[in-house]
């Protein structure tokens, strides 16, 4: 079967196509040169259409344990946005905590055929995978977690080398079926189980005399020298802690020039200037991110309204828990591994902190200037719920627009940012590749993010509305791998994505103290922790795609 | 997920009969018996060695195919105003196929144990809370506080496993652990310390739990209390349990939702629970919820990943519903209001259908017994036996994978289920 689709008016900044009218033709799954014999099974008419790869988000909560708590916690949110079952689509529900048949259909409809979940906990990854194993149609993957775990913490106090921890890194990644990792409030979940209520860059752990920098240098260090193509994900400390630009500038800096992606810097960037004592640092940390060159960052943007915020970060999760709107929430302390917590919250517009929040994201869009480095995150659903990503977009692309939501924030707010200054507007070609070309790169996603020959047929096709909000919520096609999903904004097919692993290389003898750990102080045998790639496919419907890894280092 | 050392010996055998999830057992398997040679215990010992005896489904009491079974069952469910399906004993996938036959058949969803479940999930929705996990109290825990709940009678391996390991990671001497027991008894000497050192018992009725529970919280805020003895209890005794939580490096309270089985036990967990979130102003503190056998965790999990709802969740407006006192089961049966009752009870013979003049189709542990023969019954493999699988633990945070043990032929309740939602 081979579709073509013609005459669209092609957006791939992988290879530097911008607005180039082209026809593609799929196969298989895959696009492909155009037939020697010129024959072709269906044509598709796409003329004067914007077409796209599919989006990626490399940031969303779609799956474990911290985000089934937050649906099981909240069913007035679901109330208000069920779902009724058809002949193609499952029953659902939620907006801040969607179900994940309703994440999977969602993220189709906009045109988004993969989400990453970034917060797997090694001794959580089997939900994670369980519940991304019930989300349709879009592709998926994890970023574990380390940087609290006992484990790890306690080969840092033994000074052990680095080999050995790139070891155990990559038994982590293999054995829970991860994409990347990630670290979040380096040693400060861990410390906060030591009744330790804060950790600075360059604070101690009070039991292990670690410190997060040095955290962030052996895990960064691993990363790269294992050759997993995503850069350290980091959640930085002192999230959401007045000043903590300072925190976040010191980070950039102490990395020494390894590669690292600090995620929701929105949440990082704050100072302490004025009379509400809080105040925006978006310049200062866009101005480090366009000089180090090894940064890269998604944005975490806020909007307004109900939402849940759901982190590994127990530690400033406790400490904003009074926020909680609803007044419910939850904090944990995780199989000495990790933590979470669980704090719904309403982002109002009136508030000079939220209004702020706002600003200061927008600013960080703005003021960066490569969108190869930059990644259009909300969080979800910490900042907003993803399905606010065509308003964003909006905001990005259209100044006059975003300039009158400013002008209805919190009066001395809009005193406080020089948002309104801000000339620049997002084009079409800066979206794709924040969205797409760049996520795929970023993730080492070898057949992704593109519309060459070879890539997998995910492919958005749009109207080219001038309501950006308009276009980016209903695209006309969605294909995801060569299947049409999704025609007229609706969903008209159901797949099943595949999941995106690494499979660095360890050396077995990380098993010997490995073995002896969970003998000796876990309540799991090793072999029972370790996810079998049968798990993966379960009933049949699951995939796994190793993606390749960089030219590595001494493993 | 097969992991056979031998022929007939397995070991790392994680147990889904219990809420801690013990996965250290050796399990021997000779045909279709099986013994735990290892690490058993009496909860363990029901679970994996009940003798199988049904083989094939029955329709009306008389043998049937599993075709013709999965037929009658979906005519069933096409003609049915109101089904219900309850008992929910089962594993991931399981759960899953039930969730999605649910949606399909527009039934309502509930467990059998609810009940106790839902004395926490009300919480959770209410006003949250604090909890830690197993490996996290193996190591950390300072002083246990266990209240209204005889944790060995559930638990047996508890202390074992949990309380008493031979070495705990940050340097503490697990022998210094302190064990304080607040409402029942414990039942055995499970509780006391390797060294010989019994648990602190502080006695009264569970009728006094919600008093005693709110004094106990009103000392840890530093109020003032007149009364000098609540629930029987002096309430300088219950002075000093406050003044050793406030100084407790990790304290840990824990409760069985099955065990505080009283009307509106919820909001004695509730207080629990905001009390420790108060402790945890100026130490640390966590709530430690145990339950979560044969499949409780694991289901209210799916469904609430699924559907956004846990268990208690009606499909009747083909979307989902949830009303944790309309949905019910038991309250539905009771009323009359389900025409077809689809019980699942993999895991436990014992786990029966209620009576009821619903037409019942049960899904059930082969061996299972009935005062009153079900329109259908199909035996179906044990999770963790007869099929692979995996379920959650008590803290629904760590899952097990299950193992295959014997080829018994018996399908999965994933398999029947979703045979019969292909049907429909």
Redesign the interface.
């Given at each position: 079967m081979l579709t073509k689709l013609t005459g669209g008016r092609v957006i791939d900044p992988e290879h530097g196509i911008n607005d180039v009218v082209r026809d593609i033709y799929i196969r298989d799954g895959r696009i492909v040169e155009a037939p020697s014999d010129g024959k072709i099974d269906e044509e598709i008419d796409v003329r004067g259409k914007i077409i796209m790869s599919g989006a990626i988000d490399m940031h969303t909560h779609i799956?474990g344990?911290k985000?089934?708590?937050a649906?099981?916690?909240?069913?007035e949110d679901?109330?208000e946005s069920?779902?009724?079952?058809t002949e193609l689509m499952?029953?659902?529900?939620?907006h801040a905590?969607?179900?994940?048949?309703?994440t999977g259909y969602r993220y189709a409809e906009m045109g988004y055929t993969a989400g990453f979940e970034p917060a797997v906990?090694p001794?959580?990854a089997?939900?994670a995978h369980?519940?991304m194993h019930?989300t349709p149609i879009i592709d998926k993957g994890g970023y574990a977690m380390l940087g609290s775990d006992?484990f790890l913490l306690r080969m840092m106090a033994a000074n052990e080398d680095q080999d050995a921890i790139n070891n155990y890194v990559a038994w982590t990644l293999t054995h829970t079926q991860a994409l990347g990792l990630k670290v979040v409030n380096p040693g400060g979940i861990n410390a906060?189980?030591?009744?330790q209520r804060k950790l600075d860059l360059d604070e101690k752990n009070t039991?292990y005399n670690v410190s997060p920098r040095e955290i962030l240098q052996r895990l960064s260090r691993a990363v790269t020298e294992l050759g997993v193509p995503h850069p350290l994900h980091v959640h930085g400390c002192n999230l959401g802690v007045p000043g903590n630009k300072d925190t976040t500038l010191d980070t950039i800096q102490g990395i020494e020039g390894l590669p690292m992606h600090l995620t929701h810097i929105q949440f990082h960037s704050y100072g302490t200037e004025g009379d509400f004592k809080f105040s925006s640092g978006a310049a200062e940390i866009a101005e480090a991110i366009n000089r180090n060159k090894n940064i890269t960052v998604d944005v975490g943007q806020i909007l307004f309204g109900q939402t849940v915020t759901a982190s590994g970060d127990s530690m400033r999760q406790?400490a904003g828990?009074p926020h909680?709107h609803p007044?419910?929430?939850?904090?944990?302390?995780?199989?000495?591994?990790a933590g979470c917590g669980?704090v719904p919250f309403k982002y109002r517009d009136q508030s000079f902190v939220n209004a702020l929040q706002w600003m200061i994201g927008l600013e960080t869009f703005l003021m960066v200037d490569d969108p190869w480095r930059i990644f259009l995150t909300t969080d979800h659903p910490n900042g907003a719920p993803f399905t606010s990503y065509p308003h964003l977009i909006k905001l990005l692309m259209d100044k006059s627009f975003r300039n009158d939501m400013l002008s209805t924030l919190h009066p001395e707010a809009q005193q406080a940012t020089h948002l309104a200054s801000i000339d620049r507007e997002y084009t079409l070609y800066d979206i794709a590749t924040m969205t797409r070309a760049g996520a795929a790169r970023l993730l080492g996603l070898a057949d992704r993010g593109h519309l060459g020959v070879g890539a997998a047929a995910d492919i958005t096709v749009y109207t080219d509305h001038p309501d950006r909000e308009k276009m980016f919520s209903s695209p006309d096609y969605v294909f995801k791998d060569g299947q049409m999903v999704v025609k007229n904004g609706q969903l008209i097919k159901i797949t099943w994505g595949t999941t995106h692993v690494v499979k660095p290389q360890y050396d077995a003898s990380i098993e010997k103290p490995l073995q002896s750990y969970f003998d000796?102080?876990?309540?799991?045998?090793m072999?029972?922790f370790k996810i079998?790639d049968?798990?993966i496919i379960?009933?049949g419907r699951g995939s796994l795609t190793v993606q390749p890894l960089k030219q590595g280092g001494k493993l | 997920?097969t992991?056979k050392q031998s022929d007939s010996i397995f070991h790392?055998v994680?147990s889904p009969f219990c809420g801690?999830a013990?996965?250290?057992l050796v399990v021997e398997v000779n045909g279709n018996t099986v013994t735990v040679k290892e690490n058993g215990d009496p909860v363990t010992r029901h679970g994996f060695e009940s003798p199988m005896t049904d083989l094939s489904p029955r329709i009306k009491g008389q043998e049937a195919t599993l075709d013709e079974a999965v037929s009658h069952i979906a005519a069933l469910l096409k003609n049915s105003k109101q089904p219900l399906i309850g008992g929910m004993g089962t594993d991931?996938?399981g759960a899953?196929a039930a969730m999605?036959l649910a949606?399909?058949s527009r039934a309502t969803i509930d467990s059998q144990f609810s009940d106790a479940a839902f004395r926490n999930?009300l919480v959770?929705?209410?006003?949250?809370?604090?909890?830690?996990?197993?490996?996290?109290v193996?190591?950390?825990v300072d002083l246990l506080l266990v209240v209204g709940t005889d944790i060995e009678s559930s638990f047996p391996r508890f202390f074992e496993?949990?309380i008493w390991?031979?070495?705990?990671?940050?340097g503490q001497q697990v022998e210094s652990r302190e064990i304080i027991y607040l409402g029942k008894k414990p039942s055995g000497q499970a509780s006391t310390s390797p060294g010989g050192r019994p648990a602190e018992v502080i006695e009264c009725d569970d009728a006094c739990l919600p008093e005693v529970m709110s004094v106990l919280r009103a000392l840890v805020k530093g109020k003032k209390v007149q009364a000098e003895t609540v629930g029987g209890i002096a309430a300088a005794d219950l002075a000093g349990i406050a003044e050793k939580l406030k100084s407790a490096?990790?304290g840990v309270i824990t409760w069985s939702g099955f065990q505080l089985n009283y009307a509106h036990a919820e909001v004695t967990i509730q207080n629990i629970c905001e009390m420790i979130?108060e402790i945890?102003h100026t130490?640390?503190c966590?709530g430690l919820p145990l339950g979560g056998k044969e499949g409780d965790t694991t289901v209210?999990?799916?469904s609430?990943?699924?559907?956004?709802?846990?268990m208690r969740t009606s499909?009747s407006r083909?979307?989902?519903?949830?009303d944790p006192y309309m949905n019910r089961g038991q309250r539905m049966l009771d009323e009359g209001e389900v025409d077809v009752l689809l019980w699942v009870s993999s895991f436990n013979t014992d786990g029966r259908p209620p009576a009821t003049d619903a037409t019942t189709v049960v899904l059930g542990r082969s061996g299972m017994t009935f005062d009153q023969e079900p329109e259908v019954f199909i035996p179906v493999g044990v999770p963790g036996i007869d099929h692979s699988g995996?379920t959650?633990r008590c803290d629904?945070?760590?899952?097990?994978?299950l193992k295959k043990l014997r080829d018994s032929g018996l399908p999965s309740t994933?398999d029947v289920l979703t045979a019969v939602e292909q049907a429909l």
């Open positions: 799956g344990g985000v089934n708590i649906r099981t916690m909240l069913p679901h109330a069920l779902l009724e079952r499952r029953s659902g529900c939620g905590a969607p179900s994940t048949l309703t906990l001794i959580n089997r939900q369980m519940e019930d006992d906060f189980k030591f009744n039991f406790f828990a909680a007044n419910k929430w939850v904090c944990m302390d995780i199989e000495c591994d669980v000796k102080y876990h309540t799991l045998k072999g029972n079998s049968d798990e379960d009933d | 997920m992991d790392d994680a801690i013990s996965d250290d991931l996938n899953r999605a949606d399909i999930i959770l929705q209410d006003s949250g809370y604090m909890t830690t996990t197993l490996t996290e193996r190591n950390r496993r949990i390991p031979e070495e705990s990671m940050f490096k990790y979130k945890n130490t640390r966590n209210n999990a799916v609430s990943w699924q559907s956004g709802y846990p499909f083909n979307m989902p519903d949830y995996r959650f629904s945070v760590v899952s097990v994978p994933y």
